[in-house]
Every structure is written in C-alpha cells, then in structure tokens.
Nanobody, 121 residues
Framework: QVQLVESGGGLVQPGGSLRLSCAAS????????MAWYRQAPGKQRELVAR???????LYADSVKGRFTISRDNAKNTVYLQMNSLKPEDTAVYYC???????????????WGKGTLVTVSS
C-alpha cells in the first residue's frame, strides 16, 4: 500500500509565498518522476512542474521564474516553492508520483488527494 500525503496549502495574499510538500510512504522500491498538477474551478487539470529522478525539471510557462520544484530522495518527498503568487494561481494542487513498488517491475502512477491554494486579498 502506498500513500501520498500533501501539505502546505492555504490562503495567501497576492505576491506572497507558499511551500507545498508531498511525502510518499509504503512499500516503495524506487521513485521515478515526481510532479505537481493543479486544477482551477471549471478548468482541466494542468501540469505545473515536474522533476525526474536525476533532477531534470520542467515548468509550465505560467509559473516559470516564480515556482521551484525540488525533491528529497531520502525522504521520498517532493516540494513546490511558490513565490510571487497571483490570483490566477488559485487551484487545487495535486501531487503526482511515478514509482515502482515492492514486488513489481514497472512504474505506476499515484496521485495525492489535493491541497487547496487560494490567492486573494
């Protein structure tokens, strides 16, 4: 059994910062890509940032220069540092992890339950 536990969401004023965390636990053999997605009301879920096992990063154009994704492999945790937040960043943010669990040979996709980020004055 594998769990993804997200934390760090909340209400912040425009221009403020938040840091999201997502910790994976359970029968994990190895973790491949980790990422953050978001879904705003009435919109489709979209990729925010992604980081591979060797640290290569990819960002959505809308967050480049403001958000930073990082990971701590020893803690099976991925972070999203969000700076200069804008009202349009308001969304539910979902953690995504592709990992190989004990007893399997292939990687599988896992999703967190989501954490709400609201940017408003």
């Amino acid at each position: 059994q594998v769990q993804l536990v997200e934390s760090g969401g909340g209400l912040v004023q425009p221009g403020g910062s938040l840091r999201l965390s997502c910790a994976a636990s359970g029968s994990i053999f190895s973790i491949n890509a980790m990422a953050w997605y978001r879904q705003a009301p009435g919109k489709q879920r979209e990729l925010v940032a992604r980081i591979t096992a060797i640290g290569s990063r990819l960002y959505a154009d809308s967050v480049k220069g403001r958000f930073t994704i990082s990971r701590d492999n020893a803690k099976n945790t991925v972070y999203l540092q969000m700076n200069s937040l804008k009202p349009e960043d308001t969304a539910v943010y979902y953690c995504y992890v592709n990992m190989v669990v004990t007893g399997r040979l292939d990687g599988m996709d896992y999703w967190g339950k989501g954490t709400l980020v609201t940017v408003s004055s």
